[in-house]
């Protein structure tokens, strides 16, 4: 772990006028710090110089200001619940904590829509809405805050059938590098006035300024809702259901892949007694009949590819089992080796390539020796690997950088991309380098239009210099 | 109609340099540039200096290059057809005819997704398709070009149910204002790779780059289709059905409103006998249960607010020849006065703000004692209003300009967008400050990013100076 570093003295005189004005909801302490610099992923604590706890979009503006003022790096924090290191404070300076705004702001039922700050979280909610017959569906598996998801254009397990957070953010509150505030939209659920400031920002990691609120789409909680688990001979097989469930247009709410290795952890850490095979996790969601014709459908689609009988989630209670189960899957890596460390990381490729990326991947894998579930939102196309690590073993990492380095190759040679849903954070700069090219060009034109002196999460998606 | 200006003499030597490299296909003939200054619009026809027919992205990049050493305007052409006067050539230039890039580049029927050149028609495409058991379902009436619908983030009928231009176009090609050329994103479903420049150029109306190429989602062809006609008392009662049927989360292909004025208009232009009052035209797609699901819930919320019997056109032919006529609203309200000129104009809003926004508009309508239909795709809470007007009576035009800005103010103070799928253009660019405010500010910064001598379609959205 890394020495905290000190605070920078140049910054004194910042955070002197930053305590006077927010009190205890300043800190330079070191624990607050530490706890700042680093999220669920293996990269490097990099602690920030100090952190703000804003309560309102006008605070965050006016700490915003002051930092622009003396050129100091702004990090936004929301849950922590990163993949690719992007809130650590590679460049030190403030990092200003969101989670103490999270107020739902409205929610309207008729429009099927809400407002809520970014510090929110998804399940606080689905909480929250629970009385209203509507639900928001995106889920990444980690309670993340919506302002972060929106960052990161997050997305999970039921993307396949709601988009991520690219088609679910309606607009969004963001303050500017120089402490402006803008909202990108009103709430039609549809605009042809201007740039889509609203996607430009969705994806943008704090780079571009500090998303401060957000309006979602909500949708009806579905008349009907099943799930099942459904064991495969092979990766292949269970890769070829998805190829083929997808084609043929059933609108499935969930289609997870879980590898061998992934189930007997998942078996073990959960105390379920699923078949240690190659497994989907499916969710139908629609009328009681809408439901049944996909499972009809899907049914002889698992069984021409050799799949074993559903097992039915029958209650809710079972059901959220199986999808905690599912979301477990990074602690049940964890814990198939005691002190690791999980590397996770993501591709997603077109749906016809998916068998070839994988095949290839697992073959990989297991030539270069290491612990290393796939899971995946397969429906997108989208998978994950977690190389399970020894912090210890520097050649582990090795290895896992060489691995991940042709999974992402493999991804963008069958014209996919380095990142389905993790973001490019510190982690994936050269992949978006190697996926986007000239473009990239593009991407830090608007950079340094919005953020001319970089102080918006420096170091992350973009080298500016 | 505005007499054609002379050839800019500035521009001879780049037209010299553009006629040795394109010959016949580079024209400066008068009836051409006239051709290609004007849109459907009630817009004046403000004709370029030149006109260039492209037949590849490095011919366009070639031109762009030498305009862009010249300072000379770009204006990409499609079909014509936008309605905010996008294509006008405000400060003359070079306007690049896209209408030869018509080539259909690529279909996955695995993958559920296409690439076209920019100048393929939504009809081409689909005609293509035919085969294939996959449509694309954008439809905004017109036989719009695949660039321009991406250029202006068009919608149309569909849109309820398969979202816009902004949910379809998966990836561009786009030449910047300096000749390089980017593909936005690879063919992944979803991705968390940098920045969304793939939104950012979707609906950018020319003003950053001429989209050359388009990769496209396709749909299964629904196993069952049904269309309907319904006439209600008032127009208020019409709309209460269409929020009801949201509200319920019916997943409604098409729900359009035509009103009393339109259906007269439509009856006597398409010969057909529909009741002469407040009408929606449905479309439900899905399985054959799917779809009697959908009409067993839409007719009693149909019932409630008093609408007649559904009228179903049961054969293909009979459906084709119900959304003909829909989309012949605009040459039915011409025909409605010889010799008219009809204003379009668009806004969208809430959902549970529609009845508001349509009751006000009509009743300003009527106070107007202008002759202006509405139609809307009023699923999205978007429609259309229609001002048939003389155009020797300027009186009118400035009635007709009046209605329309208390109509987007209207839109705008019911939390709705001043346009929902027209685009700015240079009709609304004063709106477009009223709806963003600060955020414009944002647009602005971008566009001096990626064309810092404004030469890409200057004019339309921004004003720069």
């Given at each position: 772990m890394?020495v905290?570093?000190?605070v920078r003295?140049?910054?004194?005189r910042?955070?002197?006028?930053?305590?006077?004005?927010?009190g205890?909801?300043f800190s330079?302490a070191?624990?607050v710090?530490?706890?700042?610099?680093?999220?669920?992923?293996?990269h490097?604590?990099?602690?920030?110089?100090?952190?703000?706890?804003?309560?309102?979009?006008?605070?965050?503006?006016?700490?915003?200001?002051?930092c622009a003022?003396?050129?100091v790096?702004?990090i936004?924090?929301?849950?922590g619940t990163?993949l690719?290191?992007?809130?650590?404070?590679t460049y030190?300076?403030?990092?200003?904590d969101l989670?103490?705004?999270?107020r739902?702001?409205?929610v309207?039922?008729?429009?099927?829509?809400?407002?809520?700050e970014a510090?929110?979280t998804r399940?606080?909610?689905?909480?929250?809405?629970?009385?209203?017959?509507?639900?928001?569906?995106?889920?990444?598996?980690?309670d993340?805050?919506?302002g972060?998801?929106?960052a990161?254009r997050?997305?999970?397990?039921?993307a396949?059938?709601?988009?991520?957070?690219?088609?679910?953010?309606?607009s969004?509150?963001?303050?500017?590098a120089?402490?402006?505030?803008?909202?990108?939209?009103?709430?039609a659920r549809?605009?042809a006035a201007?740039y889509?400031?609203?996607?430009?920002?969705v994806?943008s990691?704090?780079t571009l300024?500090?998303?401060?609120?957000?309006?979602?789409?909500?949708y009806p909680?579905?008349?009907?809702?099943?799930?099942?688990?459904?064991?495969?001979?092979?990766?292949e097989?269970?890769?070829a259901?998805?190829?083929?469930?997808?084609q043929?247009g059933?609108?499935?709410?969930r289609i997870?892949?879980?590898?061998?290795?992934s189930m007997?952890a998942v078996?073990?850490?959960s105390?379920?007694g699923?078949?240690?095979?190659?497994t989907?996790?499916?969710?139908?969601?629609g009328s009681?009949a809408?439901?049944?014709?996909?499972?009809?459908?899907?049914?002889?689609l698992?069984?021409?590819?050799?799949?074993g009988?559903?097992?039915?989630?029958?209650?809710?209670?079972?059901?959220?089992?199986?999808?905690?189960?599912?979301?477990d899957?990074y602690?049940?890596?964890?814990?198939l080796?005691?002190?690791a460390?999980?590397?996770?990381?993501?591709?997603?490729?077109?749906?016809?390539?998916?068998p070839?990326c994988?095949a290839?991947?697992?073959?990989?894998?297991?030539?270069s020796?290491?612990?290393?579930?796939i899971v995946?939102?397969?429906?997108?196309?989208?998978?994950?690997?977690?190389?399970?690590?020894?912090?210890?073993?520097?050649?582990?990492f090795?290895a896992?950088k060489a691995?991940?380095?042709?999974?992402v190759a493999?991804?963008?040679?069958?014209?996919?991309?380095c990142?389905?849903?993790h973001?490019?954070?510190?982690?994936?700069?050269?992949f978006?380098?190697?996926e986007?090219g000239e473009?990239?060009s593009?991407?830090?034109?608007v950079?340094?239009?919005l953020?001319?002196?970089?102080?918006?999460?420096?170091?992350k998606?973009?080298?500016?210099?």
């Amino acid at each position: 772990m890394t020495v905290v570093a000190p605070v920078r003295t140049g910054n004194a005189r910042l955070f002197d006028e930053l305590r006077a004005r927010f009190g205890e909801r300043f800190s330079t302490a070191a624990a607050v710090r530490e706890h700042h610099g680093k999220d669920a992923s293996y990269h490097e604590l990099v602690p920030p110089d100090a952190v703000l706890y804003a309560r309102t979009t006008a605070e965050v503006a006016e700490a915003v200001r002051l930092c622009a003022a003396a050129k100091v790096p702004v990090i936004a924090f929301g849950s922590g619940t990163g993949l690719e290191g992007n809130v650590a404070a590679t460049y030190g300076g403030l990092c200003i904590d969101l989670s103490q705004m999270n107020r739902i702001l409205r929610v309207s039922v008729d429009d099927l829509d809400c407002t809520v700050e970014a510090g929110v979280t998804r399940k606080q909610l689905n909480q929250h809405l629970r009385d209203t017959g509507l639900f928001f569906p995106i889920d990444p598996g980690a309670d993340a805050s919506l302002g972060g998801m929106a960052a990161t254009r997050a997305s999970g397990t039921n993307a396949v059938r709601y988009g991520t957070m690219r088609e679910n953010v309606l607009s969004l509150t963001a303050v500017l590098a120089d402490g402006r505030v803008i909202r990108t939209a009103h709430r039609a659920r549809k605009s042809a006035a201007g740039y889509d400031l609203t996607r430009l920002f969705v994806g943008s990691e704090g780079t571009l300024g500090v998303i401060t609120e957000v309006s979602l789409r909500l949708y009806p909680i579905p008349e009907a809702i099943r799930a099942a688990v459904c064991a495969f001979p092979t990766i292949e097989a269970a890769v070829a259901t998805v190829v083929a469930t997808i084609q043929a247009g059933v609108p499935v709410a969930r289609i997870e892949l879980i590898d061998r290795v992934s189930m007997d952890a998942v078996n073990r850490y959960s105390k379920l007694g699923y078949a240690v095979a190659p497994t989907l996790f499916f969710e139908f969601h629609g009328s009681a009949a809408g439901v049944a014709e996909q499972v009809e459908t899907v049914g002889p689609l698992a069984a021409e590819n050799g799949g074993g009988e559903f097992r039915w989630a029958e209650s809710t209670e079972a059901r959220n089992k199986l999808w905690q189960a599912r979301h477990d899957v990074y602690f049940a890596a964890l814990a198939l080796r005691p002190g690791a460390t999980v590397w996770w990381t993501d591709v997603c490729v077109p749906i016809s390539r998916l068998p070839q990326c994988i095949a290839e991947t697992t073959a990989d894998i297991a030539q270069s020796g290491l612990l290393a579930p796939i899971v995946g939102h397969v429906g997108d196309g989208n998978f994950h690997v977690g190389f399970v690590l020894d912090p210890g073993q520097p050649d582990e990492f090795t290895a896992a950088k060489a691995v991940n380095a042709r999974m992402v190759a493999r991804a963008l040679a069958l014209d996919g991309t380095c990142t389905g849903e993790h973001g490019i954070g510190q982690g994936k700069m050269d992949f978006l380098i190697a996926e986007h090219g000239e473009a990239v060009s593009v991407m830090r034109a608007v950079k340094r239009a919005l953020d001319p002196d970089n102080i918006m999460n420096p170091g992350k998606i973009l080298r500016m210099n």
